[in-house]
């Protein structure tokens, strides 16, 4: 495997799930939380609506970040895919940027 490749998402997404703020054994602050977009996009000249609903976790401050929040919030968030763990390949959005969006 290299460690050149791209793996980069940029998502707008309503907060639909938020766990509480946790720490992992070496102390570091995570939350999780699941979030829900949907959009009209445009694929092979055709319109078509899209739905997904991922997982996203967040480290360090920026969980304290996420944790400040709250169901129903609108977010714009960037970062990268991973397995889930060695056993399940679902993929969860680890977070190294989250921006609030208002009016939403």
Request: with cysteine; hydrophobic share 50%.
């Amino acid at each position: 495997m290299g460690d050149g490749g791209t793996n980069a998402l940029s998502l707008l997404a309503q907060i639909v799930e938020l766990s509480p703020l946790r720490h992992s054994p070496a102390g570091v602050p995570v939350a999780s939380c699941v979030l829900a977009h949907e959009s009209r996009q445009i694929e092979a000249g055709l319109a078509r609506e899209v739905k997904v609903t991922l997982s996203a976790v967040a480290l360090g401050e920026l969980a304290r970040v996420l944790a400040a929040s709250r169901p129903g919030a609108w977010i714009a968030v960037k970062g990268f895919l991973v397995a889930k763990s060695a056993k399940s390949k679902v993929p969860v959005l680890h977070l190294n940027q989250i921006d609030f969006v208002e009016g939403n």
